[in-house]
T-cell receptor
Framework: KNQVEQSPQSLIILEGKNCTLQCNYTVSPFSNLRWYKQDTGRGPVSLTIMTFSENTKSNGRYTATLDADTKQSSLHITASQLSDSASYIC????????????FGAGTQVVVTP | DVKVTQSSRYLVKRTGEKVFLECVQDMDHENMFWYRQDPGLGLRLIYFSYDVKMKEKGDIPEGYSVSREKKERFSLILESASTNQTSMYLCASLKTSPGFTQYFGPGTRLLVL
């Protein structure tokens, strides 16, 4: 069973609207959680990283939250733009196995005009 | 800026052919990774290397081998390509200080006929 579950699998939003993506994980012992953005045909690019003690991190219009108690994270996109159309991947690493990062399957976001 | 390059963006090979996928990073990172990415499955680790000539199996190493003769170069080898190895292959290198950040290459889309 995948230790990182993302929802929804995909979503379509209108340009200018906000959206929130979810990531639930069971990875333990937890080290950090990272959100990546992957444009079609390209490799993933890091958006944010959060450790156990951090519960929110922003990168422009992207804001990630982390609840280490419930093992949940969210990525909020504010005032979406067409360039936000991409796959968003949640990645969790454990303190004892950095070489084996756990990847979610991703949420495909499509922003329409 | 860290740069991770992969030798090909697209490859078409026939069943049974030997396939080499090359990855080069220019930041003197010790740790490099090979993943495959399939729809709905996310990224799955094939092999990783934590130093020259050092390698470890990931989650799905069957049918693959790797080579790390120089620090900057990490090669993935499909000894005898099969149709179920049709996939997107992503290489990454890992910066470990400060913090852990993976940098991904653009990916190689491999089609095995």
């Amino acid at each position: 069973k995948n230790q990182v579950e993302q929802s929804p699998q995909s979503l379509i939003i209108l340009e200018g609207k906000n959206c929130t993506l979810q990531c639930n994980y069971t990875v333990s012992p937890f080290s950090n959680l990272r959100w990546y953005k992957q444009d079609t045909g390209r490799g993933p690019v890091s958006l944010t990283i959060m450790t156990f003690s951090e519960n929110t991190k922003s990168n422009g219009r992207y804001t990630a939250t982390l609840d280490a108690d419930t093992k949940q994270s969210s990525l909020h996109i504010t005032a979406s733009q067409l360039s936000d159309s991409a796959s968003y991947i949640c990645v969790v690493s454990a303190t004892d196995s950095w070489g084996k990062l756990q990847f979610g399957a991703g949420t495909q976001v499509v922003v329409t005009p | 800026d860290v740069k991770v390059t992969q030798s090909s963006r697209y490859l078409v090979k026939r069943t049974g052919e030997k396939v080499f996928l090359e990855c080069v990073q220019d930041m003197d990172h010790e740790n490099m990774f090979w993943y495959r990415q399939d729809p709905g499955l996310g990224l799955r680790l094939i092999y990783f290397s934590y130093d020259v000539k050092m390698k470890e199996k990931g989650d799905i190493p069957e049918g693959y081998s790797v080579s790390r003769e120089k620090k900057e170069r990490f090669s993935l080898i499909l000894e005898s390509a099969s149709t179920n190895q049709t996939s997107m292959y992503l290489c990454a290198s890992l910066k470990t200080s400060p913090g852990f950040t993976q940098y991904f290459g653009p990916g190689t889309r491999l089609l095995v006929l």
